[in-house]
């Protein structure tokens, strides 16, 4: 393996554009839902260029491989987003873009994927909560749905208010399941009023939020 990485260091050092090369590869690298190689390929061109991070592209060059890679960030898999993020300095985008590729997920039931741009890139302020959120919690990514709160008082209390609804007299699973027909696995069989007292409780006790956002 660290010969093969030695082999790619070289391979970019001849190439006049690296970053050029690497979506080059990306647009005609077809279906990459399991990246394999070109993981290996995209984390060592990442650590290259944090190693020459003198010789960036202008701010002109920048955004031209910004939108070159934005059609293709909808459909890589999870685990290319990281080192892309940081190969490409999506934090440097334009806002609005961004804002749209994340809807552009969400539009497709990529939530996962969604998440970790919008965790990343701190897009969390002009998203809609439940759109991305619901999805992740019924799917059992409390993790993400966890991160995606971490610092913001108003998402954790819009979080906890969300999972008391869930514990209302009345409500129904079959209403929610018609909404979100189209997300995978036996999802509807593991929202309980018990697990949900239970996770409701935990986030409580962890962000200090008042007993009283929780009712039921």
Known sequence: MEKLRAEMRLGFASLPDPLAWLLDVLDHGGDCSEPGLLLHIVRELQGWTKRRARDQPSALKLEELQARLFPWLARCNVSLLQPL?????????DYHHLLGLVNQLCQQGKFKEAAVLSIKLKLQPDLEFEKLCVPLLLQDRMDLVEAY??????????LLQLLDSWSVPGFRIKDLA???????????EKIKCRAMHKIAFRLLKKYGLDPGLCPH
């Open 178 to 188: 018609r909404q979100y027909r189209a997300l995978p696995g036996k999802w509807p």
């Open 85 to 93: 993020f940081s190969i490409y300095q999506l934090h440097t985008a």
């Open 149 to 158: 709160m971490e610092g913001s008082l108003e998402l954790q209390q819009s």
